[in-house]
Nanobody
Framework: VQLQASGGGLVQAGGSLRLSCAASGDIFTIEEMGWYRQAPGQQRELVATFTPRGTTDYADSAQGRFTITRDKASNEVYLQMKSLKPEDTGLYYC?????????WGQGTLVTVSS
């Protein structure tokens, strides 16, 4: 499974960005797919994900500001981020889980200036 993330950039606080993640390869049994963030000097943490049950799960910090969506036909997952804050800065990674194995895409950098 290959994951290609895009959409990061520099934005002012209060602005918006939309991240995209395209999955290719043996994707028919993806169980879970979502977004994680790694801030400078911090551990990678969940931002938003589609669970194996098909529901969505958000970090408290993302709830109400970020929305995860997906297009099953094109095997893409998106993260719409609004009202961005400087603390949202970090590398955003797309992750997919198949047969309990995690696959990671390359990070896409989001920088929110104050």
């Amino acid at each position: 499974v290959q994951l290609q993330a895009s959409g990061g950039g520099l934005v002012q606080a209060g602005g918006s960005l939309r991240l995209s993640c395209a999955a290719s390869g043996d994707i028919f049994t993806i169980e879970e797919m979502g977004w994680y963030r790694q801030a400078p000097g911090q551990q990678r943490e969940l931002v938003a994900t589609f669970t194996p049950r098909g529901t969505t799960d958000y970090a408290d910090s993302a709830q109400g500001r970020f929305t995860i969506t997906r297009d099953k036909a094109s095997n893409e997952v998106y993260l719409q981020m609004k009202s961005l804050k400087p603390e949202d800065t970090g590398l955003y990674y797309c992750k997919a889980t198949l047969f309990r194995v995690d696959y990671w895409g390359q990070g896409t950098l989001v920088t929110v200036s104050s």
